[in-house]
């Protein structure tokens, strides 16, 4: 009889381990082909939480779209996000974003970055030799760099 007293206590346990490791800043590195995992990134700094979520990386057209939370209860976020942002491949290519679609002002930012999937001499971004690739907001609200990466495979 006394083990069904541990039970629920074990059960709840079990959700805080869970929980603990999903904590902002523990989001592990997850390779495109791994069948679904979460590939979102989180990273704060300054009383700023960014999170980035890829989403075409496997199929890309002209652009690659990153999903961007900003989320602050300090600051104002009015800048426009696409100055603030760049890839960079670990081969060294690097490309400015094009837009971001997701305003400026407020506590809260939900938008899309676009960036083109070619650096300027025209070769693509993720391709055969390329293995991570890294978005970089640079001067986010005083942070000097909030830093992305995903492990990549053409």
Do not use: K, Y
Not at 56 to 64: A, I, M, R, S, W
Request: glycine share 10%.
């Amino acid at each position: 009889m006394r083990s069904r007293n541990f039970l629920p206590l074990i059960g709840l346990l079990a959700l805080i381990m869970a929980a603990c490791q999903a904590a902002p800043g523990s989001v592990p590195e997850n390779r495109l082909d791994s069948g679904g995992a979460d590939l979102t990134r989180i990273h704060e700094s300054n009383g700023v939480r960014v999170a980035v979520t890829p989403l075409n990386l496997n199929t890309p057209g002209d652009t690659l779209e990153f999903e961007v939370a900003l989320d602050t209860h300090t600051r104002d976020l009015d800048f426009d996000l696409a100055a603030l942002a760049f890839l960079r491949t670990d081969r060294g290519e690097e490309v400015r974003a094009l837009a971001w679609d997701g305003g400026r002002g407020g506590h809260h930012l939900r938008g899309r970055l676009f960036f083109p999937s070619r650096d300027p001499t025209g070769l693509a971004l993720i391709r055969e030799g390329v293995h991570v690739l890294e978005l970089i907001l640079r001067d986010v609200d005083g942070a000097p760099e909030h830093s992305f990466r995903w492990e990549v495979s053409p």
